[in-house]
């Protein structure tokens, strides 16, 4: 079981204006948050603090790979994840903001937990299409689909004619 615990940065406490810290996420990480998106992985996350006037500035560097499941097969697949994230902490009363890149941080505690914010740049990387490289798509299901889809259209559209209202309206279109 991974424990979240060591995502959790004690801004208060801070002793030194940079600090530096290293994160080995695997599918323990992953189950730990019940991510939903992501059903597992091996990633590196370096984050960099730096402590300013008033706030303080998180730069994020994801690299690895995370396991999400194929679009087309529903089979697993590896899909590789290279992103570098910006984020502002500053301590305050309220929780509150409109800004993506700013969180506010409850200055009693000033402790940020950055599990679920590295969770969220992580997923945002993953494409919105993601699928097998050509030919790696679980072969039974592809064959199963194709058929499924080619039995569809050839047997209800062809019978089906062309609603007259298209026709009406693609003349209306050649006639501009």
């Known amino acids: 079981m991974c424990s979240l615990e060591t995502f959790k940065i004690d801004l208060k406490a801070m002793k030194t204006d940079e600090m ?23 990633l590196h996350v ?12 998180l730069q994020f560097h994801t690299e690895g790979t995370v396991t999400v499941p194929c679009d087309l097969c529903l089979d697993d697949m590896s899909q590789p994840i290279v992103t ?4 502002i902490a500053k301590l305050g ?12 941080v409850d200055e009693n505690e000033g402790i ?10 992580v997923a945002l990387a993953i494409p919105i299409k993601h699928v097998h490289a050509p030919g790696k798509c679980n072969s039974a299901m592809t064959q199963k689909l194709a058929e499924l889809s080619g039995a ?20 209306l279109k050649l006639e501009e």
């Open 93 to 104: 009363a309220e929780t509150n903001t409109d800004d993506d890149e700013v969180v506010i």
């Open 20 to 42: 530096h810290r290293e994160y080995t996420l695997d599918d323990a990480f992953f189950k730990a948050l019940n991510a939903s998106e992501v059903k597992g992985g091996a």
């Open 84 to 87: 570098d994230n910006m984020l």
């Open 112 to 121: 940020l937990d950055t599990s679920w914010l590295i969770y969220e740049f």
């Open 152 to 171: 569809v259209r050839s047997g209800k559209e062809e019978a089906k004619e062309a609603d007259p209202r298209w026709a009406a309206l693609a003349k």
């Open 46 to 57: 370096s984050v960099s603090i730096r402590k300013a006037t008033g706030f303080f500035e």
